[in-house]
Nanobody, 122 residues
């Protein structure tokens, strides 16, 4: 019923920038929180940033001042602008969204994207 499609990952040198996008589609009634998580090899998935529909945002300490999350509520899209990238930012980045769908009744669940690889070379 709902799909999250990510784009924008790739290979970049340390100090460079990338912009990730995640677009939600389907029988969406509303989206509350949208965010980004990442998982490096051998590590647990960790929260990178979240954006609540009302506008508030949160960031992991490791990315504060370098990453910016933003939303386009009209198009159900969330972005992650990543600047001053470091090799330790290398990971698969996953989009996450808490979505209420209307399929005859209203159901809210957390959805995940398929992940996009970000590799930062030193």
């Amino acid at each position: 019923q709902v799909q999250l499609v990510e784009s924008g990952g790739g290979l970049v040198q340390a100090g460079g920038s990338l912009r990730l996008s995640c677009a939600a589609s389907g029988r969406i009634f509303s989206i509350n929180a949208m965010g980004w998580y990442r998982q490096a090899p051998g590590q647990q998935r960790e929260l990178v940033a979240t954006a609540i529909r009302g506008g508030s945002t949160t960031y992991a300490d490791s990315v504060k001042g370098r990453f910016t999350i933003s939303r386009d509520n009209t198009n159900y899209t969330v972005y992650l602008q990543m600047n001053s990238l470091k090799p330790e930012d290398t990971a698969v980045y996953y989009c996450n969204a808490h979505i209420t769908v209307n399929s005859g009744r209203y159901d809210t669940a957390a959805y995940w994207g398929q992940g996009t690889q970000v590799t930062v070379s030193s």
